[in-house]
């Protein structure tokens, strides 16, 4: 297993030696399903934000809950070893709940990311905002989706 996934336990001491260094620390969060260039797009535009990007991964039972039952297409593990072995990430963790405001709350990040569908009032944007970070929306990359990719494998097999 690749040694920059992490359990989130782990995080918040690496975190903590890591802010005492003076490190800027960047989140964020996806289920990075079927990796595509807007992801890789998000990543690098988080990364760019500071010095140590952490990405937190839906674990396969979260993404069953929010996105369906059909998904996730690959397992966890496989999609968390693909982000890790990102030059842009330094650490990946897998977190069970739909959304990033426990983590969030415990990892306390100086900045968290989102994409800029969800907009200013996501549902993390109190938790960041009160453990002192920023909220940067992420610019879209225009044209590719995980859901667009897989309709159009269902429409060519149909």
Not at 35 to 52: N, P
Not at 134 to 139: I, N, Q, T
């Amino acid at each position: 297993m690749n040694t920059k996934i992490v359990k989130i336990e782990n995080l918040v001491e690496i975190i903590k030696n890591l802010k005492s260094e003076g490190k800027t620390i960047v989140t964020t969060n996806g289920t990075y399903d079927i990796i595509h260039a807007g992801h890789i797009f998000s990543l690098q535009e988080s990364k760019s934000l500071g010095d140590v990007l952490i990405v937190g991964l839906n674990s396969d039972s979260s993404v069953k809950k929010y996105k369906s039952i059909k998904r996730p297409i690959i397992s966890e593990i496989y999609r968390a070893e693909v982000i890790a072995a990102l030059e842009c990430v330094d650490y990946v963790f897998i977190f069970d709940e739909i959304n990033p405001i426990t983590f969030i709350n415990l990892l306390k990040p100086d900045i968290h990311t989102n994409s800029s569908d969800y907009g200013n009032n996501c549902v993390e944007k109190d938790a960041v905002i009160s453990n002192g970070g920023k909220l940067h929306l992420l610019k879209k990359y225009n044209g590719i989706s995980t859901t667009e990719i897989i309709n159009k494998i269902i429409q060519i097999n149909k």
